[in-house]
């Protein structure tokens, strides 16, 4: 069992009806931003409840950015997908140093390693449908890019310069108009969590905003294409379109600023990939992939 400071578990059951009781503490895998820990408790009741405790360094995280994971919970819960319930927060670190975030825990496990990728999308667009359909129309937080447009470099290691080239141009335009909705703004396939076969509910809420639904369809679509490659992508997208009906209309510019936004230097594999299992994806993987979905993008954006 993981061991905790006392102080730590002390504020954890205060958050429970007295008598309350930690039985057992173990590390959670897949987490790049920080220490996460599940927290089996006993109620007075008898009644057994899980939790998961996110631990942050206070160096690398401000009290803004724990807030703002703390209220995108809050806003979740009136989602019609399931997710973790917020429980209490330490944004400070006065507990141990540290900035704290303790959620339920919620059943199921992550997986990138689909026996039916067709079944597997369609449910992948089912859940990304569920958190645009909401009325959250009140957030704190609004979308921004994580790359300053006019400041992006064109990839050295590309073999399409002329293709990265253009992509700039095109984030380079003003945003389209439109009305904001609540996103997740980090869906992608390792932020699902599965129970027999099925969508079980989204985790990691972290950078919950107020933005353009595209900006999350993006995000997961660069995430198929360097996972499955492109044609992956496509499909997801063609379902979700599908299952949003009217209340989505396609825009390039959303795919290209997502791609844009995570250039920066040599490509480099997310360690939650091999983590879940997927171990083929390689950085000459990712740059070839990279390229492949640069040009499908520009196709699209010449139609």
Known sequence: MVQLPERLKNWIVSH???ETAIQHIYSLKGSTTAAMYAINLKLPTGEMKELVLRQYEKSQFTAKEIKQEADSLKAAASLSIETPQY?????????????????????????ILPANQAAWLNQLAEALAQIHHNTINHFPCKHKRYQKADEIEIPIWSRKLEVWEALKKVVLRPEPSYTPVFIHRDFHPANVLWKDAEVNGVVDWANGCLGHTGVDVGHCRWNLAMLYGVAAADTFLAVYQEKMGSHFSYDVYWDIVSLMDVLEGQPEVYPGWEVFGKTDITEEVMIERMDEYAVSLLEKAME
């Open 16 to 18: 429970f009806p007295k």
């Open 87 to 111: 429980i209490a927060a330490d944004p400070e670190g006065e507990i141990i140093g540290k900035p704290l975030l303790l959620m339920s825990k919620m059943e199921g496990k992550v997986d």
